[in-house]
């Protein structure tokens, strides 16, 4: 199996708006190729997150690599938030070049789906946490312009 670069759509691309839809079926071969093109359109782009929508697929499907390890998770959803905030600036590779400060919590448990469908949780903090609420924020529409922190004035 070839993976393929796939084009990655920058705002204001409508398409990063749209809601995503839960995958049903993992047997689909279509689905292993798409998200292993996705992967390699991460490493391509050196991007450290990439989520469906970003490569016009209305799948809810996000990859991730952060310290190494390559994270896939489809159907994807926060279940617990830490009440400890931070702010960091983040980029997106559907902003180019621009960078955000969020505020996001820094710990976070995900309950999500691997490419071949089986359960998993992934408790996520620092760098995890914070590129896995961005990824999945994307499969809502939700994009890190939505969440800029307001510069204060002085
Ligand atoms: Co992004």
Known sequence: MTSKILKVLKYPNGFLRKKTEEV???KDPKLSKFISDMAKTMEAEKGIGLAA???GS????CVARVNNVLYVLTNPKIYS???KKEIFEEGCLSFPGKFFPVERPVKVK???RDAAGKKMKIKA???LARVLQHEIDHLDGILIIDREVP???P
């Open 24 to 26: 049903k079926d993992f």
């Open 53 to 55: 929508p970003q490569v």
């Open 58 to 61: 209305n799948l809810r499907i």
């Open 81 to 83: 938030y830490s009440r």
């Open 110 to 112: 995900i309950k999500a």
């Open 125 to 127: 903090e620092g760098l």
């Open 151 to 153: 510069k204060v004035q």
